[in-house]
């Protein structure tokens, strides 16, 4: 199984990194390194990635000037060393088997990206909405 990289851009949310984070944790494939890379937070996030730290070896973290997203995201691609890459929003989390399910797409012969649906959770509707 080779290491996939899945790379978390952060900025301010502290209300969802920890939900975010501990989705990819729970992952059905472990091989995982997770960075998270904060774009210069004025809140808690910063100290919610360093708590996470502590919990699991695969997690690396990185605090930066706020660049935006993008930069964010290719700082975390300068980290990354997996062979495969996956993007999660901080403000997202993942079925603890989504990783493996794309991974079993990328392993098939002549596959070069794997893209999913996605569900979208409405907090003031309390219900889900898949695309």
């Given at each position: 199984?080779?290491?996939?990289?899945?790379?978390?851009?952060?900025?301010?949310?502290?209300?969802?990194?920890?939900?975010?984070?501990?989705?990819?944790l729970a992952q059905t494939y472990q091989n995982l390194e997770i960075i998270i890379?904060?774009?210069?937070?004025?809140?808690?996030?910063?100290?919610?990635?360093?708590?996470?730290?502590?919990?699991?070896?695969?997690?690396?973290?990185?605090?930066k000037e706020s660049t935006g997203v993008g930069e964010?995201?290719?700082?975390?691609?300068?980290?990354?060393?997996?062979?495969?890459?996956?993007?999660?929003?901080?403000?997202?989390?993942?079925?603890?088997?989504?990783?493996?399910?794309?991974?079993?797409?990328?392993?098939?012969?002549?596959?070069?990206?794997?893209?999913?649906?996605?569900?979208?959770?409405?907090?003031?509707?309390?219900?889900?909405?898949?695309?």
């Amino acid at each position: 199984m080779e290491k996939i990289s899945v790379i978390i851009p952060a900025y301010n949310c502290e209300k969802y990194l920890d939900q975010c984070v501990r989705s990819v944790l729970a992952q059905t494939y472990q091989n995982l390194e997770i960075i998270i890379v904060n774009d210069g937070s004025t809140d808690t996030t910063g100290k919610i990635m360093e708590q996470l730290v502590q919990a699991d070896q695969r997690i690396k973290t990185l605090h930066k000037e706020s660049t935006g997203v993008g930069e964010t995201r290719n700082v975390g691609l300068s980290l990354a060393t997996g062979a495969y890459i996956c993007f999660i929003d901080s403000d997202d989390w993942m079925d603890p088997n989504h990783i493996e399910d794309l991974y079993q797409v990328l392993t098939k012969p002549d596959s070069d990206i794997a893209i999913t649906n996605f569900s979208q959770y409405s907090e003031e509707k309390g219900s889900y909405n898949i695309h």
